[in-house]
């Protein structure tokens, strides 16, 4: 909780890699920018091409990110492939709360689940499902991010992770993404209590 009093509030999208979460997380933190914070996470993976190191993630060593894991930095982390790991800092929750904002998340299933355990009430963990999982196999191959190999991980993944389903508060179909974003916006207008801002 912020000096002011501010009762901060945090939403969770997870959802299986491809899934569109990423665009539909973008979408709200630029519709209602002043009201709430995206929470980078640590990773040890290699940094892609048109990413930002300190804004889509924290880039750490594996020696660094084990540094921060022994002195209890993690509000959660998780090995989400092998030797690449992904974690909340407790650090970045208090930031973004001391700003006076809510906290949104793009995290995978298990971090998700966690997270939701801790905060309850205070969060709200949101699925975003594909409309099937062919769709999220092309979906992932169209984004040419991956070599054959981590393809093939991350297909592996995303079949268990579409069993998580029933754990989350809300699931939401990214079918059509514009009307995806909008449940979105109408899930989190209601649940921080919060409306669009001016443009
Ligand atoms: P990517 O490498 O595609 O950026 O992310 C891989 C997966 O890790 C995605 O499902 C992403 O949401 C998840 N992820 C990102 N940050 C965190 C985090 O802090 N904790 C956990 N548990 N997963 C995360």
């Known amino acids: 909780m ?9 939403v969770i999208f997870t959802a299986p890699s491809g899934a569109g979460k990423t665009t539909i997380v973008r979408h709200l933190l630029k519709r209602y920018k002043n009201q709430i914070g995206f929470s980078t996470s640590a990773t040890t993976r290699v940094m892609r091409d048109h990413e930002i190191d300190g804004k889509d993630y924290y880039f750490l060593t594996a020696e660094k990110f084990r540094q921060k894991i022994s002195e209890g930095a ?5 090995e989400v492939y ?18 006076g904002k809510h906290i949104i998340f793009d995290m995978e299933v298990k971090g998700a689940t966690n997270i ?34 981590s ?32 449940e979105a916006e109408i899930m989190i207008e209601l649940f921080l209590n919060i409306s669009e801002e001016e443009e």
């Open 82 to 99: 092998q030797d690449q790991f992904y974690g909340t800092l407790k650090s970045e929750i208090e930031r973004i709360w001391s700003l």
């Open 2 to 10: 912020s000096a002011r009093g501010f009762k901060g509030k945090m």
């Open 151 to 182: 393809l093939t991980k991350r297909i592996a993944r995303m079949k268990k992770e579409l069993s998580y389903e029933s754990s989350f508060d809300k699931v939401l179909v990214n079918d059509l993404l514009a009307v995806a974003c909008k």
């Open 74 to 78: 993690f509000a959660e982390y998780e």
């Open 116 to 149: 939701k355990n801790m905060y309850a009430d205070d969060c709200l963990a949101v699925f975003i499902k594909p409309p099937s999982f062919s769709i999220l196999v092309e979906r992932l191959k169209n984004r040419k991010s991956e070599t054959q190999s």
